[in-house]
């Protein structure tokens, strides 16, 4: 049996100009995996590091756990906030996920 060897070098030479056209297509979907996902997260953490920072005695707070309550002090790295009368649970600053407005726990 014998195969035709000319189709076969044919299709083994590599396409010309290639390059440039690839280069251009990896910085443009970098700027876009920048502005899509790498952008809002930063934004998102520095939103998280103000909230963190702006923790005051006394504000109601949700954790990332899900649990509501009201924060009754204020250390270095870490938060005492009563969750019910006489209960009290220390959590890291960080584990503050969000700080609700005055009086939403007495509603609910």
């Given amino acids: 049996m014998s195969f035709p060897l000319s189709p076969v070098i044919a299709q083994a030479t590599p396409q010309q100009g290639g390059g440039m056209s690839m280069i251009i297509m990896m910085v443009v979907l970098f700027g876009l995996m920048y502005f899509m996902m790498i952008r809002p997260q930063m934004k998102r953490q520095k939103e998280h590091r103000a909230l963190i920072a702006a923790l005051a005695k006394g504000d109601e707070v949700v ?8 924060v009754e002090e204020v250390g270095e790295t870490f938060v005492t906030v009563e969750i019910a009368p006489n209960v009290k649970v220390k959590l890291q600053k960080g584990a503050v996920q969000q700080v609700l407005p005055k009086g939403s726990l007495k509603s609910a």
């Fill in 63 to 70: 954790t990332n756990g899900g649990l509501a309550g009201r």
